[in-house]
């Protein structure tokens, strides 16, 4: 059973950044692509972020590319998401995955002036 934990949301102004964490309990994350998803309040879950099991390949959505960075300390278990010139809708509850079926609680990221 793996248990992930994401940490790091808050509220933000925008322009401001915040860096997320998500930690993984088992000895799998290593050998896994993991991924950071989010939903706003109406909106359906989005894929924001991807990164392969050793940390060398990453994909974004449109929407954050060139702002937001993800990348991963396999040593500690922990994926994170750099998030840069935050936006008031980069506002959303952020969600760790390991794929295809693990979750965490999420975290909340507010950003307003």
């Known amino acids: 059973q793996v248990q992930l934990v994401e940490s790091g949301g808050g509220l933000v102004q925008p322009g401001g950044s915040l860096r997320l964490s998500c930690v993984a309990s088992?000895?799998?994350?290593?050998?896994?692509?993991m991924n950071w998803y989010r939903q706003a309040p109406g909106k359906e879950r989005e894929l924001v972020a991807v990164?392969?099991?050793?940390?060398?390949?990453?994909n974004y959505a449109d929407s954050v590319k060139g702002r937001f960075t993800i990348s991963r300390d396999n040593a500690k278990n922990t994926v994170y998401l750099q998030m840069n010139s935050l936006k008031p809708e980069d506002a959303a509850v952020y969600y760790c995955?390991?794929?295809?079926?693990?979750w965490g609680k999420g975290t909340l990221v507010n950003v307003s002036s």
């Open positions: 088992g000895s799998i994350f290593r050998l896994k692509t």
């Open positions: 990164i392969s099991s050793g940390g060398y390949s990453t």
């Open positions: 995955n390991l794929p295809p079926s693990y």
